[in-house]
């Protein structure tokens, strides 16, 4: 019987703002402090264990030195590991779960440590003039936040736009989408759902260190009116700071075994990893690439979207769990409305934030805790990244 490949640890920072609660915090240090809440959640430490880490960033210049990352979390973690540091944009702690998967598969290692981190507010402003010197004129300081862009292609919120309008997403869905996410997540917080995903940290906060336990940019108390009222930017048609997410903090992270080796320690599986896939379209497919994902991953599963209990689909902009989810639906509006009922249940990240390097991983906890809420089923979860890649995992409880 072949073996099934189990999350026996999963945990992530609360998500802080730009400039906010976290941003004195150093991204290795938020890295450490989720690896070692996921390595230690099932009440023993399971750091020796580990066989191989692999971490997701997007931008490396965050770090004081920003090379192989991923080796010096596990340092300071005591794993004196082969740790792969990756950067698929936004899908990076995804597609280095799904690294970790081929290593099990292949049965190379047995576990492994995965993380996802992120600090926008320590990306410094950069020059390419300074190392040569300047001899004369001004110095040029480039902002790699403002816009997020590549040379050569629209800014992502401008693809994102556009996603909206071939797909006839009108903006007033796209907003109403985004307080949905404020509400639904208010909802879960009052409740206690994040508890089981969130480890507290303490942070300095100018001279003093106070626990940050909660994430730091839901706006619950607003309103779709509000947001109607905030202008379009970078030349989108409707994108707004509404009905995207911020510029955030944090690391998120998981430990991953096969059954064999998770019941062999004696430890209780929390979820199975069912099949993932990446996948890629035209360069400002963004907005609908995680439909195609969650399709390729739905086929080399052998599974069919009815048999999805939940989906998380990454509100990296409204407008991708709102295209990809009409995409899924092959058109069909009545399809389309249930799917969104059960896409983002406790809200996404257009409130609680989205630390590039580390949403990956949060949204796939995210539906594998609330699936054990439910008494079990199957989850699919799925994000896009810049220049249109795409990653999906499957989880079932």
């Not at 576990?111 to 110095?139: K, Y």
Request: proline letters at 5%; a neutral charge.
């Amino acid at each position: 019987m072949a073996d099934k490949y189990v999350i026996v640890g999963a945990k992530r920072t609360p998500f802080g703002k730009y400039l906010g609660a976290l941003s004195e915090s150093d991204p290795i240090d938020l890295g450490v402090h989720a690896g070692r809440a996921a390595l230690n959640s099932q009440g023993r430490d399971l750091t020796p264990e580990v066989d191989q880490v692999f971490v997701g960033n997007c931008i490396p210049p965050a770090f004081e030195t920003g090379s192989v990352t991923g080796r010096q979390i596990a340092l300071k973690l005591g794993l004196d590991k082969f740790t792969i540091t990756l950067d698929t944009a936004c899908c990076s702690p995804l597609t280095a779960l799904r690294m970790a998967l081929w290593g099990l598969r292949l049965g190379e290692i047995s576990s492994a440590l995965v993380l996802g981190v992120e600090a926008m507010s320590l990306v410094p402003h950069m020059s390419r003039q300074l190392r040569a010197g300047v001899r004369i004129g001004e110095v040029k300081l480039v902002d790699q936040l403002f816009p997020i862009s590549y040379p050569g292609y629209n800014p992502v919120a401008v693809d994102a736009s556009d996603g909206a309008q071939k797909y006839e997403v009108p903006k007033r869905m796209l907003d109403a989408w985004a307080m949905g996410s404020h509400l639904k997540w208010a909802k879960a917080q009052e409740s206690g759902k994040f508890n089981d995903e969130i480890a507290p940290i303490v942070v300095k906060k100018g001279k003093e260190k106070v626990r940050f336990e909660i994430d730091e940019s839901p706006r619950p108390y607003g309103t779709v009116a509000a947001i109607e009222q905030l202008p379009t930017v970078f030349g989108a048609k409707t994108t707004t700071a509404g009905n995207a997410p911020g510029l955030n903090d944090g690391a998120s992270a998981m430990v991953v075994m096969t059954e064999r080796r998770a019941l062999g320690l004696g430890l209780k599986p929390l979820g199975e990893i069912v099949e993932m896939a990446g996948e890629t379209d035209m360069p400002y497919g963004i907005s609908w690439i995680p439909a195609l994902t969650i399709k390729k991953a739905l086929k080399r599963a052998n599974l069919d979207l009815d048999s999805i209990d939940l989906i998380e689909i990454n509100d990296a902009l409204a407008a991708m769990p709102l295209v990809s989810d009409k995409i899924l639906a092959d058109g069909d509006t009545d399809k389309w409305h249930e799917l969104l009922k059960k896409t983002n249940v406790n809200g996404g990240a257009i409130a609680m934030g989205h630390p590039v390097g580390a949403s990956g991983l949060r949204i796939t906890m995210s539906i594998m805790y609330e699936l054990r809420r439910r008494g079990g089923g199957l989850g699919v979860a799925a994000i896009c990244g810049g220049l249109t890649q795409g990653e999906a995992a499957i989880i079932r409880v």
